[in-house]
């Protein structure tokens, strides 16, 4: 069972930066896709950025060249990158983990990230 574990949501004001950090536990990072999801209350969660098993990355149009997902397979450990923040990012941040050999999926607790000035 994969265990994951978010941090490093928090307050910022608009154009402002943060780092969102997804720790893995019992699984192999270099074996799942990861990516991450925010859900904006009264909205669906979406997908923000995902980062395959070949490394390959994929963004949402409207984070595309703000945000940047990457993976320290060593830590077990898949970061998401945010600069220029803008008061529509603010959501609730979800890790998840998937297995393609599998078709499992596992999902963080989440973590709140505000963008107000």
């Known amino acids: 069972q994969v265990q994951l574990v978010e941090s490093g949501g928090g307050l910022v004001q608009p154009g402002g930066s943060l780092r969102l950090s997804c720790t893995a536990s019992?699984?192999?990072?270099?074996?799942?896709?990861m990516s991450w999801h925010r859900q904006a209350p009264g909205r669906q969660r979406e997908e923000v950025a995902r980062?395959?098993?070949?490394?390959?990355?994929n963004y949402l149009d409207s984070v595309r060249g703000r945000f940047t997902i990457s993976r320290d397979i060593r830590k077990n450990t898949v970061y998401l990158q945010m600069n220029n923040l803008r008061p529509d990012d603010t959501a609730v941040y979800y890790c998840?983990?998937?297995?393609?050999?599998?078709?499992?999926?596992?999902w963080g607790q989440g973590t709140q990230v505000t963008v107000s000035a």
């Open positions: 980062i395959a098993v070949t490394s390959r990355t």
């Open positions: 998840k983990a998937d297995s393609s050999r599998s078709g499992k999926e596992y």
């Open positions: 019992k699984s192999n990072l270099s074996l799942l896709n």
